[in-house]
């Protein structure tokens, strides 16, 4: 399979992930200011989430550039990430619209987890197709640290949602501000490697 069908595939599948969530705003029956105000959390979980999925896209986009030819693990592996991903809309929705509950906390730290699960087999798979002393497998490492502090905020936010729901919210945003600069170690390699 041509990688450029895999990314079409998967950009399309995101941006209707993007437009599910906005569908969540339900516009207000009067014009008053005080019912945008009774919008606010849907509007964080909405930024929120807004924000993990377009960083799970960037880093989808950098990580297929390193992919000469798309396997069937691959195309697996890319599956399973989508099927995650496509579930945030609902855990987005359900968070906003019931204050940053507990409950649709847990669901939603549990989707965030399992879509970096996901991603870490999608980066694994593609991976295991490089050679093992290329400059890219390095680049690619290199981003395990920020993926073991983003786990860490997400189960420590999971747990803090019966404390105050707020901290959660405010650690999910922390997961998702520290990838939002682009890692620019595989575009490097990549560089170096066409140089």
Not at 18 to 32: G, Q, R, Y
Not at 40 to 59: A, H, M
Not at 158 to 175: C, D, E, K, M, T
């Amino acid at each position: 399979m041509n990688k450029n069908r895999l990314e079409a595939f998967s950009d399309g599948v995101i941006a209707i992930i993007i437009t599910i969530m906005v569908l969540e705003f339900k516009v207000p029956h009067d014009a008053s200011w005080a019912s945008l105000k009774e919008l606010i959390p849907v509007f964080l979980s909405y930024i929120i989430s807004f924000l993990l999925v377009g960083i799970y896209w960037g880093n989808h986009h950098h990580l297929l550039h390193t992919v000469k030819r798309v396997t069937s693990g691959m195309l697996l592996a890319n599956l399973h990430l989508l099927f995650w991903l496509s579930l945030v809309p609902f855990a987005t929705g359900w968070m906003g619209e019931n204050h940053f509950a507990p409950n649709t906390i847990i669901v939603y730290g549990l989707i965030n987890i399992l879509c970096g699960v996901a991603y870490s087999i999608l980066q694994k798979t593609i991976l295991n197709s490089l050679d093992h002393r290329s400059e890219l497998v390095t680049a690619i490492e290199k981003q395990y640290k920020k993926a073991y502090l983003s786990v860490l905020a997400v189960v420590i936010a999971i747990p803090l949602a019966f404390v105050n729901p707020y901290i959660s919210g405010v650690l999910f945003a922390v997961q998702s501000l520290v990838w939002l600069i682009p890692d620019k170690n595989i575009e490097k390699a990549l560089k170096n490697k066409t140089d």
